[in-house]
């Protein structure tokens, strides 16, 4: 039995969809006139709502992959939301997650107003307050920071998740100025991304609808949806086009669909991958017409990679000593080497070893993934139609701005400005790492509490800004997550929940959901149809919520003055401008609302002439250039007049109104609607248009005008680099024995740097399912009526050795000590030395009446691990005892 | 006049539950139930990791030429729709279960919000204006193809013509509506289908629900 069958026999939640979305069906008497009544008034209710609804084309905001749709509002309320098919990206179709956004506007929990904490940290006791409540709070305590910290603006931190708002957030802390932002990067997809570009200089994506052969490594692209690789790879199995190798710890949906699954050992990926190079090294499978011709015109390092796979270090990585360590046969790694070879020579690189977006699994994942990309180009499937396209998209401008001062007191990241010169972890300067970030705010944060020295380049971080980001959820070890909110004297949360990290905030701004908003539009360079999308406000903003843009623009003007003034403060150099500032001087009194100096004002309050002189001069342009410390500056547009500009700019007033009307624009989708094939009104596909599921893929092909090529980013030379000199020779620690270790040019299997469960422990990996984008809707009526609880998957055979069956509960203790219980689900789809859970679930804010405590939080009992090379969460690197309860 | 049926691409799908999303959120269907109007059945087969197998079979009401659920109703409330829908007038229910037990297919519940037995409905009301139901619309790798048998022309007769189908429990004879699509490839062919199914061809199978379906057109109702 299924644990999803299971799922489905319970009764948590009554009433219905409808209902809860506003909607009340026809209402019917129990004393019908005539029979059949009722069901006739409820099918012409129907009809007349949908022809006399609005409709509006926005794009998702459930995940990052933003898919295009069309919101139905009927009397202001959004009811139905159906795929848009000129936003060929998503390919007209739209997940239970895509359909739950309903859910999330009219979540009950949903923060309708600003609060301001009046209980402990985390307790969940807040005031409701005024907008303008909450901003002075938040003016006040800014203020308070940046002063004693003496203009460092990098004391306060700012924290974002991805979406289409990210340009209005970053702007603002642009302005602020702070050095120290962390995203879900390196809880993410870092170790991938980081290799791919070091290797071949951008990422791409996977061109499965050319592809012949792909073969998966743990990516459960059945649960973890993304478009349009779900969408073009599962069309294309069962011999329809492409086989699709799927290999995993465990049997998940991707598996069921996949044409071969082969199980394998946890944490072992980078051995299977050395031994397909060295297999294919060593039997010459890259030395066939195309690929020779391939490496010759794009690759460098060729002759490294095959001198360290014949003679050097690789020599020994042989489908044998990989069959040793990853438990899958030697004669199956070497077929499926071959068989991707033959596809990927046949079809001239259409086959695509496919890398993960998410893939912060074991310390050996940096590793890991150089080696898969080394794979790809090494059967020249980088760059080419049915592999690895490094696509390119439209051009359009992002919301940002350019003109804010620089602020010379601002410290550099914290994450960063503690590490050894020329040592690694290799962080991403402008997305840090989560895990290294909390962790040195925490101690040094308790430090300075303590009134204890710092160490050299530290400082303490007091305020944090969040948006859209749920760190205590996310980022393994989650007591010190919430340790480090503690520490601080501001922490702001910017969401549309009271979720986890709320709790912990002293401010919470309720933002609008998606629905609810105009976002600035966002250039898709998807595979072959890049296109620009638009997400269109499809109903009013409830209760006092307000979008992501009126927050930033709102909360600029009010702090913006004052932090003015406390850089001015700060600056001031007494020797250069040879007069001393008055300890109580306030350059913020003295700022028009234009910011210039209202030079009346302070000469009336300042008899030193020379002082005045010496402000206006430091004020000046020459110097501080006081009017660009304006932030509000940069939100002079509202995201509806950016689009309309920017398209009209870039594309022509007629592009800007198709994407004003159908939320999509690329060139030619004039022709496509000309042809007549989208209905005005509905904006979907007209009812009797046939063929609707393969006019999907040829709308764009047939309407489009650029260059049926212009996906292949065209590169002169050789843009590959198989050996990583730059790399070379750089210092980490290896996070198992303490001891320093060397990057090499080409990638290493580190024994050292693999654990296995011992004494009764067995593994923990952490996954996605189709349900919920992580812990971004915890609360979501709609997706708990499909999955309320994240059972613990156990293997079969073990739960009966430990004497466990499906729902009973067990204590899972990890090596640092920290325990969840949780219910057991077991089963044979899963190895005897490895245990799985969900993300997303377990949630401990008391203020979610639906979504509160259902099963194990990943954060709780992942361990706080980290990955040596570049700082990512190493998440499965987690190994627990269990013990039942 | 329409006869509405679908057929399902069933290889395609990956047990998303885009389908049941869609659904509650253009008929209001209940949450918190036992069941759902639309959902993915589960077979589980294999003994270790190595040769474990899920099967999935999108499924929902079949909207059979000869429902029993029909039959079987002492109200007259579950009855033929125009285009062949099996539906249910809320207000005639009286929850006696008859229809629940008659179903050889379990696609009934009873919803409490409604104090009715509810079902899937084709999404009459919507159909009218998209040409497709909600499931189909979302469906991400596009497993069902909602049409109309009567109509040559039409994208499922289209499909149906071009590829060997099954139904489910074809023995009960009640002339049902969902047609599984039969997949190419042998090897899953046989994992899916199991023992004792039968294929079919459209040619071979269009009299017969021809014929069903006008014998039972004079009992279609208007909604």
Same mark, same amino acid.
């Given at each position: 039995?299924?644990?999803?069958?299971?799922?489905?026999?319970?009764?948590?939640?009554?009433g219905?969809?409808?209902v809860?979305?506003?909607?009340?069906?026809?209402?019917?008497?129990a004393?019908?006139?005539?029979?059949?009544?009722?069901?006739?008034?409820?099918?012409?209710?129907?009809?007349?709502?949908?022809?006399?609804?609005?409709?509006?084309?926005?794009f998702?905001?459930?995940?990052?992959?933003?898919?295009?749709?069309?919101?139905?509002?009927?009397?202001?309320?959004?009811?139905?939301?159906?795929?848009?098919?000129?936003?060929?990206?998503?390919?007209?179709?739209?997940?239970?997650?895509?359909?739950?956004?309903?859910?999330?506007?009219?979540?009950?929990?949903?923060?309708?107003?600003?609060?301001?904490?009046?209980?402990?940290?985390?307790?969940?006791?807040?005031k409701?307050?005024?907008?303008?409540?909450?901003y002075?709070?938040?003016r006040?305590?800014?203020?308070?920071?940046?002063?004693?910290?003496k203009?460092?603006?990098?004391?306060?931190?700012?924290?974002?998740?991805?979406?289409?708002?990210?340009?209005l957030?970053?702007?603002?802390?642009?302005?602020?100025?702070?050095?120290?932002?962390?995203?879900?990067?390196?809880?993410?997809f870092?170790?991938?991304?980081?290799?791919n570009k070091?290797?071949?200089?951008?990422?791409?994506?996977?061109?499965?609808?050319?592809s012949?052969?792909?073969?998966?490594?743990?990516?459960?692209?059945?649960?973890?949806?993304?478009?349009?690789?779900?969408?073009?790879?599962?069309?294309k199995?069962?011999?329809?086009?492409?086989k699709?190798?799927?290999?995993?710890?465990?049997?998940?949906?991707?598996a069921?669909?996949a044409?071969?699954?082969?199980?394998?050992?946890?944490?072992?990926?980078?051995a299977?991958?050395?031994?397909?190079?060295?297999?294919?090294?060593?039997?010459?499978?890259?030395k066939?017409?195309?690929?020779s011709?391939?490496?010759?015109?794009?690759?460098?390092?060729?002759?490294?990679l095959?001198?360290?796979?014949?003679?050097?270090?690789?020599?020994?990585?042989?489908?044998e000593?990989?069959?040793?360590?990853?438990?899958?046969?030697?004669?199956?790694?070497?077929?499926?080497?071959?068989?991707?070879?033959?596809?990927?020579?046949?079809?001239?690189?259409?086959?695509n070893c496919?890398?993960?977006?998410?893939?912060?699994?074991?310390?050996?994942?940096?590793?890991?993934?150089?080696a898969?990309a080394?794979f790809?180009?090494l059967h020249?499937?980088?760059?080419?139609p049915?592999?690895?396209?490094?696509?390119?998209?439209?051009?359009?401008e992002?919301?940002?701005?350019?003109?804010?001062?620089?602020?010379d007191?601002?410290?550099?990241?914290?994450?960063?400005?503690?590490l050894?010169?020329?040592?690694?972890?290799?962080?991403?300067?402008?997305?840090?790492s989560?895990?290294?970030?909390r962790n040195?705010v925490?101690?040094?944060?308790t430090?300075?509490?303590?009134?204890?020295?710092?160490?050299?380049?530290?400082?303490?971080?007091?305020?944090?800004?969040?948006y859209r980001?749920?760190?205590?959820?996310?980022v393994?070890g989650?007591?010190?997550?919430?340790?480090?909110?503690?520490?601080?004297?501001?922490?702001?949360?910017?969401?549309?929940l009271?979720n986890d990290?709320?709790m912990?905030a002293?401010?919470?701004?309720?933002d609008?959901v998606?629905?609810?908003?105009?976002?600035?539009?966002?250039?898709?360079?998807?595979?072959?149809?890049?296109?620009i999308?638009c997400?269109?406000?499809?109903?009013?903003?409830?209760?006092?919520?307000?979008?992501?843009?009126?927050?930033?623009?709102?909360?600029?003007e009010?702090?913006?003055k004052?932090?003015?003034?406390?850089?001015?403060k700060?600056?001031?150099?007494?020797?250069?401008?040879?007069?001393?500032?008055?300890?109580?001087?306030?350059?913020?009194?003295y700022?028009?609302?234009?910011?210039?100096?209202?030079?009346?004002?302070?000469k009336?309050?300042?008899?030193?002439?020379?002082?005045?002189k010496?402000?206006?001069?430091?004020?000046?342009?020459?110097?501080?250039?006081?009017?660009?410390?304006?932030?509000?500056a940069a939100?002079?547009?509202t995201?509806?007049?950016?689009?309309?500009?920017?398209?009209?700019?870039?594309?022509?007033?007629?592009?800007?109104?198709i994407?004003?009307?159908?939320?999509?624009y690329?060139?030619?989708?004039?022709?496509?609607?000309?042809?007549?094939?989208?209905?005005?009104?509905?904006?979907?596909?007209?009812?009797d248009?046939?063929?609707?599921?393969?006019l999907?893929?040829?709308?764009y092909?047939?309407?489009?005008?650029?260059?049926?090529?212009?996906?292949i980013v065209?590169?002169?030379?050789?843009?590959?680099?198989?050996?990583?000199?730059?790399?070379?020779?750089?210092k980490?620690?290896?996070?198992?024995?303490?001891?320093?270790?060397?990057?090499?040019?080409?990638?290493?299997?580190?024994?050292?740097?693999?654990?296995?469960p011992?004494?009764?422990?067995?593994?923990?990996?952490?996954?996605?399912?189709?349900?919920?984008?992580?812990s971004?809707?915890?609360n979501?009526?709609?997706?708990?009526?499909?999955?309320?609880?994240?059972?613990?998957?156990i293997?079969?055979?073990?739960?009966?050795?430990?004497?466990?069956?499906?729902?009973?509960e067990?204590e899972?203790?990890?090596?640092?000590?920290?325990?969840?219980?949780?219910?057991?689900?077991?089963?044979?789809?899963?190895?005897?030395?490895?245990i799985?859970?969900?993300?997303?679930?377990?949630s401990?804010?008391?203020?979610?009446?639906?979504?509160?405590?259902?099963?194990?939080?990943?954060?709780?009992?992942?361990?706080d691990?980290?990955?040596?090379?570049?700082?990512?969460?190493?998440?499965?690197?987690?190994?627990?005892?269990?013990?039942?309860? | 006049?329409?006869?509405?049926?679908?057929?399902?691409?069933?290889q395609?799908?990956?047990?998303?539950r885009?389908?049941?999303?869609?659904?509650k959120?253009?008929n209001?269907?209940?949450l918190g139930?036992?069941?759902?109007?639309?959902?993915?059945?589960i077979?589980?087969?294999?003994?270790?990791?190595?040769?474990?197998?899920?099967?999935?079979?999108?499924?929902?009401?079949?909207?059979?030429?000869?429902?029993?659920?029909?039959?079987?109703?002492?109200?007259?409330?579950?009855?033929?729709?125009?285009?062949?829908?099996?539906?249910?007038?809320?207000d005639?229910?009286?929850?006696?279960? +008859?229809c629940?037990?008659?179903?050889? !297919?379990? %696609?009934?519940?009873v919803? /409490?919000? @409604?104090?009715?037995?509810?079902?899937?409905?084709?999404?009459?009301?919507?159909?009218?204006?998209?040409?497709?139901?909600?499931?189909?619309?979302?469906?991400?790798?596009?497993?069902?193809?909602?049409?109309?048998?009567?109509d040559?022309?039409?994208?499922?007769?289209?499909?149906l013509?071009?590829?060997?189908?099954?139904?489910?429990?074809?023995?009960? +004879?009640?002339?049902?509506?969902l047609f !599984?699509? %039969?997949?190419?490839?042998? /090897?899953? @062919?046989?994992?899916?289908?199991?023992?004792?199914?039968?294929?079919?061809k459209?040619d071979?199978?269009?009299?017969?629900?021809?014929?069903?379906?006008?014998?039972?057109?004079?009992?279609?109702?208007?909604?």
């Amino acid at each position: 039995m299924s644990e999803i069958i299971d799922l489905k026999r319970r009764s948590f939640l009554k009433g219905s969809a409808g209902v809860a979305a506003g909607v009340s069906l026809a209402s019917t008497s129990a004393f019908a006139l005539s029979p059949y009544e009722d069901a006739e008034n409820a099918k012409m209710k129907k009809e007349e709502e949908i022809k006399n609804a609005k409709y509006t084309p926005t794009f998702c905001g459930m995940c990052v992959n933003m898919c295009g749709f069309i919101a139905r509002n009927v009397n202001g309320k959004i009811t139905k939301l159906d795929p848009n098919p000129l936003f060929t990206k998503s390919r007209n179709f739209a997940c239970a997650r895509g359909n739950a956004g309903i859910a999330a506007a009219y979540d009950p929990d949903r923060l309708k107003g600003p609060m301001i904490r009046v209980g402990k940290r985390g307790e969940g006791k807040f005031k409701e307050v005024t907008w303008e409540e909450a901003y002075e709070y938040i003016r006040e305590k800014m203020v308070k920071i940046l002063d004693e910290e003496k203009d460092n603006r990098s004391a306060i931190a700012f924290g974002a998740g991805a979406g289409a708002e990210e340009p209005l957030f970053a702007t603002f802390k642009d302005g602020v100025g702070s050095n120290n932002f962390v995203d879900h990067f390196t809880t993410c997809f870092a170790p991938a991304f980081i290799a791919n570009k070091l290797i071949y200089g951008s990422w791409g994506s996977a061109d499965f609808e050319k592809s012949k052969y792909v073969l998966m490594l743990g990516a459960n692209r059945a649960e973890a949806i993304v478009t349009p690789d779900t969408l073009d790879l599962f069309r294309k199995t069962h011999k329809r086009g492409a086989k699709v190798v799927y290999v995993d710890v465990r049997y998940t949906n991707t598996a069921a669909q996949a044409d071969e699954f082969i199980p394998i050992k946890p944490g072992t990926d980078l051995a299977l991958m050395l031994a397909m190079i060295n297999h294919t090294i060593n039997s010459g499978l890259h030395k066939t017409p195309y690929k020779s011709e391939y490496l010759s015109k794009y690759a460098n390092g060729l002759e490294e990679l095959e001198a360290y796979f014949t003679t050097g270090e690789g020599s020994k990585y042989t489908p044998e000593w990989a069959s040793k360590i990853t438990e899958i046969p030697a004669d199956t790694i070497r077929r499926i080497t071959e068989e991707f070879a033959e596809a990927a020579e046949k079809y001239q690189g259409a086959a695509n070893c496919y890398r993960s977006r998410k893939s912060t699994w074991y310390f050996q994942d940096f590793e890991f993934r150089r080696a898969q990309a080394i794979f790809n180009a090494l059967h020249g499937c980088v760059n080419r139609p049915g592999g690895v396209l490094l696509n390119r998209g439209l051009k359009a401008e992002k919301y940002e701005y350019e003109d804010f001062p620089i602020y010379d007191n601002a410290k550099p990241r914290i994450d960063l400005a503690l590490l050894p010169k020329g040592e690694y972890p290799l962080i991403n300067p402008g997305k840090g790492s989560w895990q290294i970030f909390r962790n040195t705010v925490l101690d040094i944060n308790t430090k300075w509490k303590k009134g204890e020295k710092l160490p050299e380049n530290a400082y303490p971080v007091r305020g944090m800004f969040i948006y859209r980001e749920n760190p205590i959820q996310s980022v393994p070890g989650r007591e010190k997550t919430e340790k480090m909110f503690d520490t601080m004297d501001l922490v702001v949360v910017i969401d549309i929940l009271p979720n986890d990290t709320a709790m912990y905030a002293d401010v919470i701004l309720p933002d609008t959901v998606y629905l609810e908003r105009t976002s600035p539009l966002k250039s898709f360079g998807t595979l072959r149809e890049p296109m620009i999308g638009c997400r269109w406000a499809a109903a009013k903003p409830l209760y006092k919520t307000k979008p992501l843009y009126n927050i930033m623009k709102e909360l600029s003007e009010k702090v913006e003055k004052d932090l003015a003034a406390i850089t001015f403060k700060y600056t001031w150099d007494a020797d250069e401008l040879g007069v001393e500032l008055p300890k109580d001087f306030n350059l913020a009194k003295y700022l028009t609302d234009d910011f210039e100096i209202d030079e009346e004002k302070l000469k009336a309050d300042i008899k030193d002439e020379e002082l005045v002189k010496a402000i206006l001069e430091w004020a000046g342009e020459d110097n501080l250039d006081i009017s660009t410390f304006k932030l509000s500056a940069a939100y002079e547009k509202t995201p509806e007049e950016f689009n309309e500009e920017v398209m009209e700019e870039l594309y022509g007033k007629k592009a800007a109104e198709i994407l004003k009307e159908y939320g999509v624009y690329w060139p030619g989708i004039e022709k496509a609607i000309e042809a007549g094939l989208i209905d005005e009104h509905l904006k979907v596909f007209k009812k009797d248009v046939p063929n609707k599921n393969v006019l999907i893929y040829e709308l764009y092909k047939k309407y489009c005008t650029l260059p049926e090529d212009y996906c292949i980013v065209p590169k002169k030379g050789k843009f590959i680099k198989l050996s990583l000199k730059n790399i070379a020779g750089k210092k980490f620690k290896n996070p198992i024995t303490g001891e320093s270790e060397t990057v090499t040019d080409l990638p290493k299997w580190r024994n050292s740097m693999f654990e296995e469960p011992k004494n009764n422990e067995v593994r923990l990996v952490i996954g996605r399912h189709g349900y919920f984008t992580q812990s971004s809707h915890p609360n979501n009526y709609l997706l708990l009526d499909l999955m309320n609880y994240n059972y613990i998957w156990i293997n079969d055979e073990l739960a009966l050795e430990l004497g466990v069956k499906f729902k009973d509960e067990v204590e899972l203790t990890n090596r640092q000590g920290y325990k969840v219980r949780g219910k057991v689900y077991p089963t044979k789809r899963i190895r005897k030395d490895t245990i799985f859970i969900a993300t997303g679930l377990g949630s401990q804010s008391k203020l979610f009446t639906l979504g509160y405590d259902n099963g194990v939080s990943q954060a709780q009992i992942a361990e706080d691990r980290i990955d040596p090379f570049i700082g990512a969460s190493s998440m499965n690197e987690t190994f627990v005892k269990i013990r039942k309860v | 006049m329409a006869n509405y049926a679908i057929a399902l691409e069933y290889q395609n799908c990956i047990d998303c539950r885009a389908c049941e999303v869609a659904c509650k959120d253009e008929n209001g269907v209940m949450l918190g139930a036992d069941k759902q109007r639309i959902w993915v059945g589960i077979v589980e087969g294999g003994e270790t990791l190595a040769d474990v197998f899920l099967n999935f079979y999108p499924s929902q009401c079949n909207h059979c030429i000869d429902a029993p659920c029909v039959t079987v109703c002492p109200t007259g409330a579950s009855h033929f729709a125009e285009g062949g829908i099996v539906k249910v007038d809320y207000d005639m229910c009286i929850i006696c279960k +008859g229809c629940m037990e008659a179903c050889p !297919y379990e %696609a009934r519940f009873v919803d /409490e919000t @409604r104090h009715a037995v509810d079902k899937c409905t084709f999404c009459d009301g919507r159909i009218q204006e998209y040409g497709t139901t909600a499931c189909s619309a979302t469906c991400p790798t596009k497993v069902r193809t909602f049409g109309d048998l009567e109509d040559e022309d039409s994208d499922i007769v289209k499909l149906l013509k071009e590829r060997e189908f099954f139904v489910l429990k074809e023995n009960e +004879g009640t002339l049902p509506k969902l047609f !599984y699509l %039969a997949p190419e490839d042998v /090897e899953f @062919r046989k994992r899916t289908l199991g023992e004792g199914i039968t294929l079919h061809k459209w040619d071979e199978f269009k009299p017969k629900y021809e014929a069903a379906a006008q014998a039972k057109k004079p009992e279609w109702k208007k909604a």
